[in-house]
T-cell receptor, first 114, second 115 residues
C-alpha cells in the first residue's frame, strides 16, 4: 500500500539556521504531495502542496519540490524562526475514483531556539 | 473565524462507557473526515462522509460509529471505549473529494483519555 516516511525527530535548530526535513513516499501512480504543520494546541494546517512531478510548493518561506525520480518531497527553509516550532507532517493523496484519502508520515517535531 | 470546531478539546471517559465527540464546520463543505492519531503516530483515517454517504475504512473497528445529521455537524461515537482507544481524534473537511486538488481543513482535535 501507499506509505510516507519522514525524518525522525525531534529536530532542534538555532534561529536563522537552514532547515531540511526529509520525506520519501511509496505509491503507485501519480500522487499529490503535501506538507501539513501542527502548531501547539492547534489542528493541522496545510503548509504547501505539489500535484505533479517537478512542481515546487512554497509558503511562508518553506519550499518542497516533487521529485518523482527519487520519490521525495523534502521540506526546506533558508532561515527558521522561533515561530516555526511545530510538528510537520508529510502526506500524499492519490486519486481513487472518489475514495481518496490522505496518507500521513509520523511527523517531525521541530524546535527552534533563540 | 474558526472553520472546523471540535468539542470538547479534552474528554475523559471510563472503560466501556460510551462517548461522543463532536465536530462542526462553517465552511459548508461536502466532505467530513474523522482521523485517529495515537501518540507519535501518523493520523489514521477512520471514515468519512461525502454529503450523507458514509464511507468506512476497512480496518476501522465496529466499536467506532459516526453520524452526520446535517452539513455542519458530524459526530464520532465510541460504543465501548477500551484503553487502546485513548488518542487524539481529528476532524477534517474538504469541499469535495476529487483527489489531491482539494485541501482538507482540520480542527484542533479532541484528546480522549480512557480510565
Amino acid at each position: 500500500g501507499d506509505s510516507v516516511t519522514q525524518m525522525e525527530g525531534p529536530v532542534t535548530l538555532s534561529e536563522e539556521a537552514f532547515l531540511t526535513i526529509n520525506c520519501t513516499y511509496t505509491a503507485t501512480g501519480y500522487p499529490s504531495l503535501f506538507w501539513y504543520v501542527q502548531y501547539p494546541g492547534e489542528g493541522l494546517q496545510l503548509l504547501l502542496k505539489a500535484t505533479k512531478a517537478d512542481d515546487k510548493g512554497s509558503n511562508k518561506g518553506f519550499e518542497a519540490t516533487y521529485r518523482k525520480e527519487t520519490t521525495s518531497f523534502h521540506l526546506e527553509k533558508g532561515s527558521v524562526q522561533v515561530s516555526d516550532s511545530a510538528v510537520y507532517f508529510c502526506a500524499l493523496i492519490k486519486s481513487n475514483f472518489g475514495n481518496e484519502k490522505l496518507t500521513f508520515g509520523t511527523g517531525t517535531r521541530l524546535t527552534i531556539i533563540p | 473565524d474558526a472553520m472546523v470546531i471540535q468539542n470538547p478539546r479534552y474528554q475523559v471517559t471510563q472503560f466501556g462507557k460510551p462517548v461522543t465527540l463532536s465536530c462542526s464546520q462553517t465552511l459548508n463543505h461536502n466532505v467530513m473526515y474523522w482521523y485517529q492519531q495515537k501518540s507519535s503516530q501518523a493520523p489514521k483515517l477512520l471514515f468519512h462522509y461525502y454529503d450523507k454517504d458514509f464511507n468506512n475504512e476497512a480496518d476501522t473497528p465496529d466499536n467506532f460509529q459516526s453520524r452526520r445529521p446535517n452539513t455542519s455537524f458530524c459526530f464520532l461515537d465510541i460504543r465501548s471505549p477500551g484503553l487502546g482507544d485513548a488518542a487524539m481524534y481529528l476532524c477534517a473537511t474538504s469541499r469535495d473529494r476529487t483527489g489531491g486538488l482539494e485541501t482538507q481543513y482540520f480542527g484542533p482535535g479532541t484528546r480522549l483519555l480512557v480510565l
